[in-house]
């Protein structure tokens, strides 16, 4: 089965600009998820959907942050404009629909904001 | 967001020694723990998970102890070997919280030829 896949893995921008992060959670998974990691310090949560629906998006940060997840597949989260204070790995992960299963994660996009 | 073992430390042992990570949590409501591994440029990756009416399983050479008195959690590995060399994070999950977790900042475990 394929994993989580995250695109891109490394995106480098100047402040002020837009950035798209794309994740495509494995098959059949109804729960995806958004992660943030910052400066080494712990993974934080962004938000969450169920399907096409957002869960739970008690984590993002402000309201430059927008996530999509059309058709309950793929889900994209947007950056824009951009701060220094956006930079970080972010992650995505997805699980079954079952309560009390691990998360799959993907290998991150490190954004990097110059 | 919840303390899930804010601090970093960093663990350095011999090949062959056994390791031992540490993870503090504060919800007493969390019902469900897991150990992830990261190595660079990866992803989290699943290690072994515990329920909260559990306080131990194994795995293949890994070991979490549960003790829900003290809010504290812990991986052992056995005979550690160089591809155990990454920062390991806990994470815990709420009752009934749609596997929304909470992840401390990690562990880095460096394991010496």
């Known amino acids: 089965e394929a994993g989580v896949t995250q695109f891109p893995s490394h995106s480098v921008i100047e402040k002020g600009q837009t950035v798209t992060l794309r994740c495509d959670p494995i098959s059949g998974h109804d729960n995806l998820y958004w992660y943030r990691r910052v400066m080494g310090k712990e993974i934080k949560f962004l938000l969450h959907f169920v399907k096409e629906s957002k869960q739970d998006e008690s984590g993002m940060p402000n309201n430059r942050f927008l996530a999509e997840r059309t058709g309950g597949t793929y889900s994209t989260l947007k950056v824009q404009p951009a701060e220094l204070e956006d930079s970080g790995v972010y992650f995505c992960?997805?699980?079954?629909?079952?309560?009390?299963?691990?998360?799959?994660f993907g290998n991150g996009t490190r954004l990097t904001v110059t | 967001g919840e303390s899930v073992g804010l601090h970093l430390p960093t663990l350095s042992v011999q090949e062959g020694d056994n390791s031992i990570i540490n993870c503090a949590y504060s919800n007493s409501a969390s019902d469900y723990f897991i150990w992830y591994k990261q190595e660079s440029g990866k992803g989290p990756q699943f290690i072994i998970d515990i329920r909260s009416n559990m306080d131990k399983r194994q795995g293949q050479r890994v070991t979490v102890l549960l003790n829900k008195t003290v809010k504290h959690l812990s991986l052992q590995i056995a005979a550690t070997q160089p591809g155990d060399s990454a920062v390991y994070f806990c994470a815990e999950k709420k009752l009934y919280n749609f596997n929304k977790f909470y992840f401390g900042s990690g562990t880095k475990l460096n394991v010496k030829p």
């Open positions: 992960a997805s699980s079954p629909r079952q309560s009390n299963s691990p998360l799959h």
